[in-house]
T-cell receptor
Framework: DSGVTQTPKHLITATGQRVTLRCSPR?????VYWYQQSLDQGLQFLIQ???????AKGNILERFSAQQFPDLHSELNLSSLELGDSALYFC?????????????FGPGTRLTVL | GEDVEQSLFLSVREGDSSVINCTYT??????LYWYKQEPGAGLQLLTY?????DMKQDQRLTVLLNKKDKHLSLRIADTQTGDSAIYFC????????FGKGTRLHILP
């Protein structure tokens, strides 16, 4: 158990819908990362937050948005869902978000878009 | 654009050494990482190396970096059945780019 929690564990929805994935970092960690893992694209870094502020941006679509709240939990919002958005979405947290900082991964949320 | 390439599959006998290779394109990468993903689980950071280092050893793990050729390798000595997993190479400058992962299969 990494100490990072993600909810829900599974999510099934229809195309065109909007969903919110939630992540609670390890106690004391200030930085949160979001990743998407799919069979065709592999593991893609989406976005990183540090203490409520966006720190780095990867391959995040405009239909997706994220934020980190004052209590440091984070939410990833996915809208106008397409079949290709079906994937495993991981959240990770680290203490200060620097390159040498170990990221601890949550168990993931499996999103299925029908 | 930036890219990280690794072979998709490696099969090794138990007790032998496993060598997983990776190439990357971004010469400004500051850190390079190896992650392990077991079935149904998230990623676990195994080790990392700074771009100004050539080698790093940590128990059974040895990381070699050839910065000129942009080649990174992970050697696992005395491979055990518990090493069976997918291993991801990743590079980081401001953002993190992962390879598609190498599935390590252990033969008895």
């Amino acid at each position: 158990d990494s100490g990072v929690t993600q909810t829900p564990k599974h999510l099934i929805t229809a195309t065109g819908q909007r969903v919110t994935l939630r992540c609670s970092p390890r106690s004391g960690d200030l930085s949160v990362y979001w990743y998407q893992q799919s069979l065709d694209q592999g593991l893609q870094f989406l976005i990183q937050y540090y203490n409520g502020e966006e720190r780095a941006k990867g391959n995040i679509l405009e239909r997706f948005s994220a934020q980190q709240f004052p209590d440091l939990h984070s939410e990833l919002n996915l809208s106008s869902l397409e079949l290709g958005d079906s994937a495993l979405y991981f959240c990770a947290s680290s203490v200060d978000g620097t390159g040498t900082d170990t990221q601890y991964f949550g168990p993931g949320t499996r999103l299925t878009v029908l | 654009g930036e890219d990280v390439e690794q072979s998709l599959f490696l099969s090794v006998r138990e007790g032998d050494s496993s060598v997983i290779n990776c190439t990357y394109t971004d010469s400004s990468s500051t850190y390079l990482y190896w992650y392990k993903q077991e079935p149904g689980a998230g990623l676990q950071l195994l080790t990392y190396i700074f771009s100004n280092m050539d080698m790093k050893q940590d128990q059974r793990l040895t990381v070699l970096l050839n910065k000129k050729d942009k080649h990174l390798s992970l050697r696992i000595a005395d491979t055990q059945t518990g090493d069976s997993a997918i291993y991801f190479c990743a590079e980081r400058d401001d953002k993190i780019i992962f390879g598609k992962g190498t599935r390590l299969h252990i033969l008895p």
